[in-house]
């Protein structure tokens, strides 16, 4: 059963860049990869996805190596309102369904 | 759009009470989801909906849990009879594709169950 792995906990300062890595080993050929955002007391929210190379938007960047079995999530200059839980998905070979992982619980400090 | 819209929003009920959960998805998705959130467990497909039609309901813990989807824009999960582990968030989601470009799932707000 594929899945992806991503770190647990992070910690960081205000002001500081982020880099969030998830493994998909088995990722399926022709889909994307998804980044969520969730805070205490909501549903995970989309942040950014893509297929290959490089994605920008206003929240994140987001890098995929040629070989697509990882994932970076760049986080710039992070402040105490990006705390919070952030989700890779990556549909796996034979998969059709979301899976969410235990995402990687990013805490900023002052 | 008002996005996916659950109800209720919170619930504590006693051991051995029905409970169902009721949602409201995006106009135009083809596709629900039912997932539940624990600290133990973490965010859990439940079930999902292809047009109306249940495709996987493989995460359902057991035969207590139910879920329909009698329309495009209603679904509802039931849980009979409830019992204390059940309590968790449950997030119903709707996206309009799972595959390609464009698979966003878009979450509710969440149903807060408490089983006492």
């Known amino acids: 059963l594929a899945k992806t792995t991503q770190p647990i906990s992070m910690d960081s300062y205000e002001g500081q860049e982020v880099n969030i890595t998830c493994s998909h080993n088995?990722?399926?050929?022709?889909?994307?990869i998804t980044w969520y955002q969730q805070f205490p007391s909501q549903g995970p929210r989309f942040i950014i996805q893509g297929y290959k190379t490089k994605v920008t938007n206003e929240v994140a960047s987001l890098f995929i190596p040629a070989d697509r079995k990882s994932s970076t999530l760049s986080l710039p200059r992070v402040s105490l309102s990006d705390t919070a839980v952030y989700y890779c998905l990556a549909p796996s070979v034979g998969y059709s369904t979301l899976t969410f992982g235990k995402g990687t619980m990013l805490l900023v400090s002052p | 759009d008002a996005g996916v819209i659950q109800s209720p929003r919170h619930e504590v009920t006693e051991m051995g009470q029905e409970v169902t959960l009721r949602c409201k998805p995006i106009?135009?998705?083809?596709?629900l989801f039912w997932y539940r959130q624990t600290m133990m467990r973490g965010l859990e497909l439940l079930i999902y909906f292809n047009n109306n039609v249940p495709i996987d309901d493989s995460g359902m813990p057991e035969d207590r849990f139910s879920a329909k989807m009698p329309n495009a824009s209603f679904s509802t999960l039931k849980i009979q009879p409830s019992e204390p582990r059940d309590s968790a968030v449950y997030f119903c989601a709707s996206s309009l594709r799972i595959q390609g470009a464009g698979n966003t799932i878009y979450f509710g707000e969440g149903s807060w169950l408490t089983v006492v």
């Open positions: 088995n990722i399926a050929t022709n889909d994307y």
């Open positions: 106009s135009g998705h083809d596709y």
